[in-house]
């Protein structure tokens, strides 16, 4: 049994494929055909909808993609459709007077659309308008136009409008946030958190799940079942895990959701480090990183969009294993460990050796990613991260170079280098640290280090980019991190050319 809170109705279903997307369960079993499907890739945000969770003693909202989100992982949480902004006002004492149609006002960033003009042929404004609404739900009063603007860009930067219509949004989403005012979902906040806890603690919740779509809620629980359904596929965000099914057209059963797994969605603030449960998303983690690792933040923003970021996991991105993923160099650079665990036991393994091959990792048959252990940021250090590729948002990197540098005096006490798309696995450039470390932060040192690269690394050409040209950035990278880090002002000029 799977249950849930559509607005403030209590569902309780058994869904017969465990792979049913909320977008389908919404459009086909439940006639809310406000959220539309757009490209079924979580790109272009016409689909987006907002999940409300209790969080201590408020309820945190956040946007996701409903065409890749299964419905199995919304249980315990509250879904919200573009079909509940508006407000009920049939039952005030002024309702007789009014005509039907006018006993319903809209919500404040609906109204600012509105008054805008913020739709034109109106297949993305509902997308548009949840989105809207999670940043209006997470708006701070009195934040400045420039603070709203960038919190606009943000959340915004996942839906896509198809007749070019963006300014008269954007005007309506620094309008409608200037002064985020409590709204009807304010006034429900207790009301949807009690029944968010009776959900949490009912005996179909202790059982939830169905024979086909497993909800573990502990570490303990989650090893059992790895163990004992070995075929199933492990889910934590799904957003590529549901490219199989909406873009392939395949069908996935049996599948175990790790978000409700207790441990993994926790980070522990150890003394020398962080530990970051698998299931945790990459929202959270940015929240984490942000101060003590600006570039590494800086990235996070480019890892799709606010709707892919708040479904992505960290465990997710590194089991999946792509050579193009960005968060492995980095964690790698840092010299991060990967805490898996079985049924059985647990071990610790060094990011740099998790990747073995082509999407293989040393992850045995009954292990799981339990948790990453990231280093806090050390006096002196610095991580420096590049992203190259096509698109500055929302697209897969041709070249992502990691490099954690300690530099004193000139010299270049200790650097971890690691690059993705430079090789079948995520790596460290061993060879050029070598070149790099112990000699000074120079143009002679970083003409060896490029020369050292090219025996670290032997890049392909694919799509996304030629061999040559790989190579050839990641060399320039190098002279980009030594201008940055002794020579700033000449770096901004040769940027603005």
Known sequence: MIEFLLHNEVVQIEPEQADLTVLEYLREHRQLCGTKEGCASGDCGACTVVLAEANGADVRYHSCNSCITFLGSIHGKQLITVEHLKENLAKDHLAKERPAKENHALHP????????????CGFCTPGFVMSLFALYKNSVAGASIEQRKKATEQYLGGNLCRCTGYKPIIDAAVESTAAPAPDRFSALESETRRKLARIAKSAKSTKAGTENYHLPKTCAQLGRLVARRPEARLLGGGTDLALEVTQQLKSIDPIIYVGNVAELVKITARKNHHEIGA??????????VKNDYPDLSHLLLRFGSRQIRNLATVGGNIANASPIG??????????????????????????DEFFIDYRKTVLAKGEFIRAVTMPRAQPGRKLKIYKISKRFDDDISAVCMAVYIHVHAGMIKSIRIACGGMAAIPKRAVECENALCGKPLDENTIAQAQQALARDFQPIDDVRASAGYRMQVAQNLLTRLRLELTEPATLTQVIQG
Request: glycine fraction near 4%; aromatic fraction near 2%; proline fraction near 4%.
């Open 109 to 120: 960033v609906q109204q600012a659309m509105v008054d805008h003009h913020g739709s034109q």
């Open 326 to 351: 960005d968060l492995p160099p980095a964690l790698i650079a840092l010299g991060a460990e990967v805490m898996l665990q079985s049924e059985t036991h647990r071990r610790k393994v060094k990011m």
């Open 279 to 288: 299931a945790v998303s990459l929202s959270d983690f940015d929240d984490l």
